[in-house]
């Protein structure tokens, strides 16, 4: 499915992900990329201006989520990996595709919607607080995506519609011009990863307080996974596995033998709560590895990344060129 195709993966850096964002996103994207021909992967900066005004925070944001990349796995000899802001024909391309975006396409893009609802909610005016940048978020994405050829772009259920959008961008610009001077991305969605939950069952979400870190220590580690609600029934009492909360959260991250294993225990009546708390935080120390001190060393040595980033955007920008150059002959006919 991957020969010869362009994989392109954008990530918002907001902030220090959890186990739920690891397991659900962060792995299945590095490993696609990983098994890519090609893959481009960028943080979106100017994407997340549009709601971050203080660049210290921002900037700590990055740090972190490149770091994140880069000690699970994330190969940046392989992955040209770039910071949004560095690649300057991102955003002319962009001035670009606003001649061809319809306004009623931008109206109907969820990331607008949801803010105009909330702001019905609170009883304020729908555009409180919605600033350009949010509301013509989806032409810089399309550029972000169409500046590299991409054929393939992973992405979360929230973000289908955006790549839709900027299809739909590119189809009209071809149109015009009656050549494909834009390649149609498609969306890819990892099937198989499970929505994790967290301690209290519901979805595992900062907002809840529910998460299972990812670097902090074991102490941490081990306190979380412990608070994982369970019920009184007595070890000696079968249990249908999926009525366990542990077992849930364990889904995401066993082997299918470990998973077997708890399965039987439950069913059995012969493994307690405790035990099997053990065997969760053993998967989730196991799993996260040496990933923990990389990301440490990349923190205290930012530097490296930096310069990780440097040759990334280095590697993209002829590509970025090119595409543009295509667009202005086109559009300007020189
Ligand atoms: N909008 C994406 C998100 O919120 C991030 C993003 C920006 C992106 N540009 C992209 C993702 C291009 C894929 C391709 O997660």
């Known amino acids: 499915m991957l020969e010869g195709k362009v994989v392109l993966t954008g990530v918002k850096p907001t902030g220090t992900p959890h186990l739920g964002n690891y397991l659900g996103a962060i792995k299945p994207v590095i490993n696609l990329g990983n098994k890519a021909p090609s893959h481009y992967m960028f943080i979106a900066d100017y994407h997340a201006i549009n709601a971050e005004k203080d660049p210290g925070v921002l900037n700590q944001k990055l740090k972190e989520i490149a770091c994140v990349y880069l000690a699970f796995g994330m190969n940046p000899e392989h992955t040209i990996f770039y910071r949004q802001s560095d690649i300057p024909e991102i955003p002319e391309i962009t001035t670009i595709l606003y001649a061809y975006t319809p306004k009623g396409l931008m109206n109907k893009s969820h990331a607008y919607k949801a803010f105009v609802d909330k702001n019905r909610e609170a009883g304020k005016p729908d555009d409180d607080g919605i600033n350009m940048g949010l509301y013509t978020y989806p032409t810089l994405m399309a550029a972000d995506i169409l500046t590299f050829n991409s054929d393939?772009?992973?992405?979360?259920?929230?973000?289908?519609?955006?790549?839709?959008?900027?299809?739909?961008?590119?189809?009209?610009?071809?149109?015009?011009?009656?050549?494909?001077?834009?390649?149609?991305?498609?969306?890819?969605?990892?099937?198989?990863?499970?929505?994790?939950?967290?301690?209290?069952?519901?979805?595992?979400?900062?907002?809840?307080?529910?998460?299972?870190?990812?670097?902090?220590?074991?102490?941490?580690?081990?306190?979380?996974?412990?608070?994982?609600?369970?019920?009184?029934?007595?070890?000696?009492?079968?249990?249908?596995?999926?009525?366990?909360?542990i077992y849930q959260i364990y889904k995401a991250i066993a082997t299918p033998a470990q998973l077997q294993e708890m399965a039987a225990g439950l069913k059995d009546g012969k493994l307690g709560y405790g035990?099997?708390?053990?065997?969760?935080?053993?998967?989730?120390?196991?799993?996260?590895?040496?990933?923990?001190?990389?990301?440490?060393?990349?923190?205290?040595?930012?530097?490296?990344?930096?310069?990780?980033?440097?040759?990334?955007?280095?590697?993209?920008?002829?590509?970025?060129?090119?595409?543009?150059?295509?667009?202005?002959?086109?559009?300007?006919?020189?």
Do not use: C, W
């Open 275 to 334: 035990h099997i708390k053990n065997m969760l935080l053993d998967a989730v120390i196991a799993e996260i590895g040496e990933a923990r001190e990389k990301y440490n060393y990349y923190m205290n040595n930012f530097h490296l990344v930096e310069e990780m980033l440097a040759k990334g955007a280095e590697r993209a920008r002829p590509v970025a060129k090119e595409t543009l150059k295509r667009l202005k002959n086109a559009v300007f006919g020189r």
């Open 152 to 245: 393939i772009v992973p992405v979360g259920k929230d973000q289908v519609q955006h790549v839709e959008i900027a299809r739909d961008i590119a189809g009209a610009i071809n149109a015009h011009y009656g050549k494909e001077l834009l390649k149609l991305p498609k969306f890819h969605i990892e099937e198989r990863v499970a929505i994790v939950p967290g301690t209290d069952g519901r979805k595992m979400s900062k907002s809840y307080g529910n998460v299972i870190p990812l670097f902090e220590d074991d102490k941490a580690i081990k306190k979380a996974v412990f608070s994982v609600q369970t019920d009184s029934r007595p070890i000696e009492e079968p249990k249908d596995p999926e009525s366990v909360m």
